[in-house]
């Protein structure tokens, strides 16, 4: 299913980016935004609203990456393999 950004409203591009999320992306989208790191964190947690620049870039930054859920654990793998390397 191919999903297009502008399709989608404020919230579900939070969403999607919130089951997408990884360290360091608080810091990423203020750069690209101008907003401070304070305030991006800010509206993540949801005491500030999400305005349009912020849920294009969130969307931006987590639209190729797998849902958190669906990644592998580190159970899943061959711990002979992994050792291999």
């Given at each position: 299913m191919k999903?297009?950004?502008?399709?989608?409203?404020?919230?579900?591009?939070?969403?999607?980016?919130?089951?997408?999320?990884?360290?360091?992306?608080?810091?990423?989208i203020a750069e690209t935004t101008?907003?401070?790191?304070s305030h991006i964190s800010n509206v993540m947690a949801g005491r500030r609203k999400?305005?349009?620049?912020?849920?294009?870039?969130?969307?931006?930054v987590s639209r190729r990456r797998m849902k958190n859920s669906e990644k592998p654990e580190m159970a899943d793998?061959?711990?002979?393999?992994v050792m291999s390397w």
């Open positions: 999903v297009r950004a502008n399709y989608l409203n404020r919230s579900a591009k939070q969403a999607f980016y919130t089951a997408r999320k990884r360290s360091g992306d608080v810091t990423r101008g907003y401070s790191t999400v305005n349009d620049t912020i849920a294009n870039e969130m969307y931006n793998y061959d711990l002979e393999f």
